[in-house]
């Protein structure tokens, strides 16, 4: 078992360091506290970080939270407009469509499931010299423990999520890197499916569909797949 923490954090910096513009001007995205001597009004700081574990007797597995405080100082009195504006290049980047995640995480975990579980203004605040607004994303995350802490990943050309125009045909994913590994499959929008009754695995690797009126060729679904 590892600590997440860090590597949470660091797949959002690394999504987010350099990408983000206000005024022409990079917005800088720190960890906790701005570099002393960087005169930037306006920053990212990845902050507060809660989690709960989800393990079983396979897998660690947990739900993460981290907190992404969009801040914005001035020496006059100020409205949301810049945070809202940060914010609007924020969602796109972390959840770019439903189901999918801008997210790269390093080998040692999987980042599923990425959605905006909260967000919230702090008050104007106000002292003798400037004004400060501040916008709080708290994303939410299912993070799986791969064990591996090198620079290989768990699976050769690993893929997640998994959508229907990857489907080899209207029932089957078709991967032969998955051959004898065993992973849970999360349907978007229905939750964890269950080997046998909604899905069997490929002995040639991959998996098939056996919900009643399942077709990947006329309808859209996005699928999870966690690595036991």
């Given at each position: 078992?590892?600590?997440?923490?860090?590597?949470?954090?660091?797949?959002?910096y690394d999504l987010l360091?350099?990408?983000?513009?206000?005024?022409?001007?990079?917005?800088?995205?720190?960890?906790?506290t701005k570099n002393l001597g960087d005169p930037s009004m306006t920053y990212v700081l990845l902050s507060n970080q809660t989690g709960s574990p989800d393990n079983s007797f396979q897998t660690f597995d947990s739900h993460e939270t981290i907190v992404l405080d969009i801040v914005y100082k001035a020496g006059a009195r100020v409205n949301k407009e810049v945070v809202d504006n940060i914010a609007g290049q924020i969602l796109p980047l972390v959840i770019p469509g439903p189901g999918s995640?801008?997210?790269?995480?390093?080998?040692?975990?999987?980042?599923?499931c990425v959605e905006l579980f909260a967000d919230t203004y702090l008050t104007l605040g106000l002292n003798?010299?400037?004004?400060?607004?501040?916008r709080l994303l708290t994303f939410k995350q299912r993070v799986r423990q791969t064990g591996i802490s090198g620079p290989t990943p768990p699976i050769p050309a690993f893929q997640n999520p998994i959508v229907s125009a990857n489907f080899a045909t209207s029932t089957q994913y078709i991967n032969g890197n998955l051959r004898g590994r065993s992973f849970l499959l999360y349907l978007n929008g229905v939750g964890f499916l269950t080997v046998g009754v909604h899905y069997n695995v490929l002995t040639e690797g991959g998996f098939e569909i056996l919900i009643n009126n399942f077709d990947s060729t006329t309808n859209n679904y996005t699928f999870f797949l966690l690595l036991q």
């Open positions: 078992m590892i600590d997440v923490k860090l590597p949470v954090r660091k797949a959002y360091s350099g990408a983000l513009t206000y005024n022409t001007n990079l917005v800088p995205v720190v960890d906790d995640t801008g997210l790269s995480p390093g080998p040692e975990i999987q980042i599923n003798s010299s400037n004004s400060v607004v501040r």
